[in-house]
């Protein structure tokens, strides 16, 4: 198998960004137009989610995405940003998707044109995306040195209780951080120790029914402890070929009783390796999960699991939370969300959005699963499980996390 491009056209410079800091690398001046304007009022870009366009994405990612399989366990979603990609994001107004890359790295021309010869090709005769590779407005190590920096949580005395949320956007090369409201000086300490490499706000960020779901279950349904409610997320098959539900980790205490409405749904299964991991399963001897997710408030209301796998980045996505019910393109940012709390971090999360800023989901909704909507009759792709949000912002478990970390996998029949 040949290298993907990751390797091939930054390879001198990736050895560079790891063996050195800050202080090993000259830091670039951001030029001025380091910043892409990724705001648009459509909810689901046509130029983006047509065939071509998800063509083109998912040539991309082939190219510049190392793969990742359950064997492999968590990625941070850093491994690009270690070879001086910063990431990609998209244009609607030019209708191209923008790799952004180290400003210290001056062989944009090559990149680009290797690039948009991928996309060319995956185009074809269609009209679709465009490339275009365009310098970052901080230096890979420098964003690696500010990761470094949230990761260790010590830049204030109460860091380490102020639950956050966290990822980086490739837009505007910045790690933008919700800390809860309750801890300003918290917030005001990062501001001042990362600068212009953070965007800092202060909010409510959470670890994040439908109503009577009866056995087989579902995925998606409402379920609850008597004290809490959550989302399921689709169903699994164990190592020994019995069935489970996944949800959050954060959800129920192990042994607890889930209920979806009046129905019995299951009991909390112990949770493993959390928080890095916030997953659990939720199981009962008596009852059986089905490969179905609840998608409504429309149409059709429930789709069948056909696939799973890790989403591209730029990739169009759903979420069907039990309280926010199903919203769709929900674009995918990349990998790098991570929620703090005071029980430790969950990291190595996709992070996603709608464009135009609109509201995708609220607490309860954790557990939800993020699917894509392949060409055929009423099936869905899974490709991971909501755990974090903050209203317009989800972040979520990657389906190879949850399969390695639970040792199941995805149940594709009925």
């Not at 279950?217 to 996944?246: E, L, M, P, Y």
Request: hydrophobic share 35%.
């Amino acid at each position: 198998m040949r290298p993907n491009r990751l390797a091939l056209v930054l390879s001198g410079m990736a050895v560079m960004m790891l063996t050195g800091g800050v202080a090993d690398i000259a830091t670039a001046a951001a030029p001025a137009s380091c910043r892409v304007d990724t705001r648009t009022t459509e909810e689901s870009p046509a130029w983006l989610s047509s065939p071509a366009g998800k063509r083109v994405v998912e040539a991309l990612a082939g190219e510049l995405d190392r793969p990742t399989t359950a064997a492999a366990g968590k990625t941070d979603g850093l491994d690009a940003l270690r070879a001086g990609i910063i990431g990609r994001t998209v244009d609607h107004q030019t209708k191209e998707i923008v790799v952004v890359i180290d400003p210290n790295q001056h062989d944009r021309v090559t990149l680009g044109r290797d690039l948009s010869q991928v996309a060319d090709r995956a185009r074809g005769a269609a009209a679709g995306p465009k490339v275009r590779v365009q310098a970052g407005c901080s230096s890979a190590a420098e964003l690696l040195d500010a990761k470094r920096i949230l990761s260790a949580r010590d830049w204030h005395p109460q860091a380490a209780q102020a639950s956050f949320m966290s990822y980086l956007d490739p837009a505007d090369s910045r790690f933008h951080v919700e800390v809860d409201k309750a801890y300003p000086g918290v917030a005001d300490a990062l501001r001042a120790r990362l600068g212009d490499r953070v965007d800092v706000t202060l909010g409510l960020p959470s670890r994040t029914d439908r109503n009577n779901d009866a056995s087989p279950h579902k995925g998606g349904a409402k379920i609850n402890d008597g004290a809490s409610a959550c989302t399921s997320g689709f169903a699994v098959r164990q190592s020994d070929g019995t069935r489970a539900a996944v949800t959050a980790g954060h959800c129920f205490d192990d042994y607890a009783q889930v209920n979806s409405g009046s129905q019995y749904y299951g009991f909390a299964v112990p949770r493993r390796n959390y928080p890095t991991y916030d997953m659990r399963l939720v199981t009962a001897n008596n009852q059986w999960y089905t490969n179905v997710i609840h998608v409504d408030p429309c149409c059709p209301s429930a789709r069948t699991v056909w696939y799973s796998g890790n989403p591209a980045v730029n990739s169009l996505v759903c979420t069907s939370g039990s309280f926010s019910l199903a919203k769709c393109g929900i674009r995918v940012l990349n990998w790098t969300g991570e929620y703090c709390d005071s029980y430790g971090c969950t990291w190595g999360l996709i992070t996603g959005r709608r464009d135009d800023g609109s509201f995708i989901v609220q607490n309860g909704d954790s557990g939800a699963p993020v699917y894509s909507r392949p060409p055929g009759n009423n099936i869905a792709s899974i490709h991971g499980m909501v755990v974090v949000g903050n209203g317009s912002t989800m972040m979520a478990e990657l389906i190879s996390g949850i399969e390695y970390n639970l040792n199941v996998t995805v149940a594709t029949l009925p």
